[in-house]
């Protein structure tokens, strides 16, 4: 905890004089983000960071695996739903932008071939990879890449069976979009809505 304290008070010497005007203009009139980013809860892979975005800037929802659920109506604590549902009616964001990344850890579990544990949260929670990994090759040797870049392609499915993301999209043009993260190189891609492919941002 000292490491974090130490980090709080050279952010306080060093970077809140630059950032006070800002923290309050977002204090007075609240935030208006326009993108939404659901991101791997991964603390290699930090959007803010890797977007160079100030305060403000990002709505950011990170879990493991960087996923999205399909729209259910059961009952339960839905976390990333809720996130979902207050970025796009309340905030009324223009992106949702949905970013894996390489050395993806949740990945990997998914990729694990041991029985799930019916009492765990994380083998409840990557089983949303399971439709993803019905798509890829099952002996491919990089077959966590594959599922890394279709898990993205999943989740963009699964936001598009809320009925408020669809009216989004269909009445204001709420954009999803897919992107991946290099972690070891910096590398960001794009998803290609056309292609189906990821592209490298240049």
Not at 39 to 57: K, L, M
Not at 142 to 157: K, M, P
Not at 158 to 169: G, S
Not at 171 to 179: E, H, P, V
Request: include cysteine.
């Amino acid at each position: 905890m000292e490491h974090l304290l130490d980090g709080y008070r050279i952010y306080r010497e060093k970077r809140w004089p630059e950032l006070r005007a800002l923290h309050r203009s977002l204090a007075q009139r609240g935030q208006a983000p326009k993108t939404l980013v659901i991101a791997c809860a991964d603390s290699r892979v930090d959007p803010a960071t890797i977007f160079n975005a100030d305060p403000g800037e990002l709505f950011v929802v990170r879990n493991v695996a960087n996923l999205a659920p399909p729209f259910e109506e059961a009952p339960g604590f839905h976390g990333v739903s809720a996130a979902i549902e207050f970025a796009v009616t309340q905030l009324k964001v223009d992106h949702v932008l949905v970013m894996g990344h390489a050395q993806c850890g949740g990945v990997a579990a998914a990729l694990d071939d041991r029985p799930r544990n019916p009492h765990s949260f994380l083998d409840s929670w990557i089983s949303l990879l399971d439709t993803a990994k019905s798509r890829i090759e099952p002996h491919a040797h990089d077959a966590t890449t594959q599922l890394e870049y279709e898990s993205i392609r999943v989740t963009l499915e699964n936001l598009r069976t809320f009925p408020f993301v669809a009216e989004a999209i269909e009445k204001r043009g709420l954009n999803l979009i897919g992107a991946r993260y290099g972690v070891a190189d910096g590398g960001l891609e794009l998803l290609n809505t056309v292609t189906g492919q990821f592209e490298p941002v240049v």
